[in-house]
């Protein structure tokens, strides 16, 4: 018998979304969460090393916080208080924007800014403007969000693989027709940036295929100042024609629990619905972001323009210099067990190889149940991801140094 959601064994009912049987029971991160929880349960006097999810632990720069308390107490006072602002964002941190994409060679308007709670949030809700009828193009390994939004619309998902071969940095493949194709450069999980040569041969592929690049941003503040590494994908000749950027605070100025992030949709991208009607991108994010979106705080805005004053950017990128230092750390004791790994560089993340030849969920068990780290296995970004692992530099130097000597003295035991 055909159902309908008219009447269901006599009962009037809703159907749910059904794409959502397609996705794995919870999102990666939770899973780990809920692990590590049931582990610190059994072993509560056991101090778990943290190198799982990307979370901050160094406080926002001072800059930010002067900025921040300033902005709550204009909230208090009846001349300066604020009630619902512009959806897209405040147009002072739009100018801050337009400066600090000044600095790497990009000229932006400030109707191209679009200010929201962060990359993973707009990394989302940005499949609104896209047709489900629409092919989608992820690498594998692929931070689970951009998979798991595409599969809730029921869309079809093609795989590019990621693999030691070629550096974790898949190019272009002409016979594949994709229409919206995600790349996250420097890269999560595997901590892999492009070149300019191979974001411009990622630019010319979108444009002969009439695709969009959602290009992630999120870790561009780890390419160190005078590093040709593309800071983002509009220092690309011809990107505004066939890219959206997504940013976000989170990496930048620690921003993990404050909340703010950028998307940059170009005034001139256009692309047609299903009917031949030409539509312009950014006037549809802008009809999007005013109807379901009411803006990022206020005082929120005013840290991140802090963030990105001249003062802000040192401090920050203090705070990013002591997440690499970490990196180091992290790469030292895994050289002298001569286990290879990627990233690290221009990433807080290391991409490393699971020793013996264990599979990721193997190696995530003997981490946590033996030496009390906790990572994020590789096969949880993908197929391509499995037999390896992810650690984050994320934490404190005496954490990480401590995780990284139980790591070494314990494997070495093995
Ligand atoms: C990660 O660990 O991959 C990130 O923290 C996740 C995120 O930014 O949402």
Redesign the pocket.
Known sequence: MKLTNLFYGGIHVAFVNENYEKLQDSYL?ANIAQKVAAFQKEHPDQKIIRM????VTLPLAPVVVDALAKAVAEMGHKETFRGYGPEQGYDFLHQALVRYYASFGVTLDTREIFISDG??SDCGNITDIFSDANTILLPDPV?P?YYDTNVMRGRKVLFMKGSPENDFLPMPDDAVQADVIYLCSPN??TGAAYSREQLEQWVAYAKRKGAVILYDA?YEAFIDEGDPTPRSIFTIEGAKDCAIELC?F??TAGF?GTRCGYTVVPLGLKRKSKDGTEMSLNKMWLRRQTTKFNGVPYIVQRGAEAALSPEGIRQCRDNLRYYKENCRIIGEPLDSLGIKYYGGKRSPYIWMQCPDGMKSWEFFDVLLNRFAIVG?PGSGFGTMGEGYFRL?GFGTHEDTIEGMKRLKEGLAKE
């Not at 799982?52 to 979370?55: K, L, P, S």
């Open positions: 991160f799982g999810i990307g979370d990359a993973k931070y969000v999560n999980p999120a976000s989170s990496k993990t994020t984050t």
